[in-house]
């Protein structure tokens, strides 16, 4: 059995552009928050917080309101193209109130933006779940692993593509010293792009034929669903596999918690501890962020060899270990170094080999009526842990020291290896099935 990559490619559009967007909303909505409407940090760090808050609710509630929809185009294609459509033109009415309250500042045009803001992120929050599911949709449970590689790295393509357009559009000679910036063409090529990838995956992913195929080779292998069928319709985890599911999503959240307390506080961190500046600490984490994508598709391929929770397993003690040195290098070295950067590499290829492979896991203990669900399972696991760590962890660096950082990150990776071990489920292996031929070699 083998993946269709062009297929999955297709599929990674729609998480191209979602990744594209948060790129360009965590980059430029603080500044327009604190440049131009003169919001101090507490009331910006909130409103950039309410993402991840209306996460908890929306995700898994359209997630599971998808896995219910019937339609001619499919089941997630509605949602995405919906949600897609409202995105594209919410985002661009940011920039023209940004302006506006430039030019005549008023506190009807302040509540204006937020309201645009919040009515924005509802609409993404409305397809998020349904266009990372529709990868599960398509594809055979014991290929997923290496189907998800693909899709991080899609999104990885979205997130580079709007810092090359945004280095482009707004280099230092156009910004530095200006007193108010022009985000209104940036907010438009961002949006095109979301519109022409998300058109582009509606016109060659024909989403209820493939989901039929995937269904009749998931019949013809009951083995791989771990769920139940309750006899009303409803599907029902026996309770060795929920166990497990509480368990993974456990270490979801541990691992999300001090993944995220790195990545929020180490500009900061570097700066009290070792005395360096933005660019070197951003440079760590670009770092880490090249070794997580050049670490994707090999990490999915070792997955469908020896096994996703090994693969897990690996990638949080090499991560915790990582952390670990990270505080002896800022503790001995007194600037940002070359073996910092290998470290930080390292960093990106651990969370790569458990990045890759929890959402699969997840998915895999559901049969496919009931992906949507999981999915928003798996994403309030990860948003809620995203919630807490920058408060958490901030507050003990400022209550016991700075130097505490990396301790708490690899205490709480650690820790998910403890709840990973645990799990028992949802570790498909791949193995050649008589009859699989013809899938193999399906184009579309």
Known sequence: MKLNYKRTFLVGLAFLSICAFWQMYDNVVPLILTNTFHLNETYSGAIMAADNILALFLLPFFGSLSDKSETKIGKRMPYILFGTGMVCILMNILPFLDNGYYRAPNNFKLVSFVIVLGLLLIAMGTYRSPAVALMPDVTPKPLRSKANAIINLMGAVGGIIYLAIAALLYPNSKTVGVAHVDYQILFVVVSSIMFVAVGLLYLFVKEPELVYENKILEAEHPEWNL??????????????????????????????????????????????????????????????????????????????????????????????????????????????????????????????????????????????????????????????????????????????????????????????????????????????????????????
Request: aromatic content about 12%.
């Open 227 to 444: 769920s139940e069928d309750d006899g009303s319709g409803h599907e029902k985890l026996p309770d060795d596999v929920k166990r497990s599911l509480y368990f993974l999503l456990a270490s979801i959240a541990l691992w999300f918690i001090g993944y995220n307390g790195v990545t929020t506080w180490f500009t900061t961190y570097v700066s009290v501890v070792m005395g360096q500046g933005l660019g070197g600490a951003s440079t760590c984490l670009l770092v880490a962020t090249a070794g997580a994508i050049v670490s994707y598709i090999p990490i999915g391929n070792l997955a469908s060899k020896i096994g996703r929770k090994r693969t897990i397993k690996g990638g949080i003690v090499l991560l915790s270990l990582m952390f670990a040195l990270g505080f002896v290098f800022t503790n001995i070295f007194k600037s940002i170094n070359f073996i910092m950067y290998v470290s930080f590499a390292l960093v990106g290829l651990a969370w790569a080999a458990i990045n890759v492979n929890s959402l699969p896991m997840v998915v895999e203990m559901c049969k496919g009526s009931d992906i949507g669900k999981f999915t928003g399972y798996y994403y309030t696991a990860s948003m809620a842990a995203q919630i807490v760590t920058p408060i958490l962890a901030g507050t003990l660096m400022r209550l016991i020291s700075y130097k505490i950082l990396f301790i708490y990150s690899a205490f709480f990776v650690l820790l998910s290896y403890v709840t990973m071990s645990q799990v028992r489920h949802g570790d498909q292996k791949v193995e050649a099935k008589k009859g699989l031929e013809a899938f193999e070699n399906m184009e579309d």
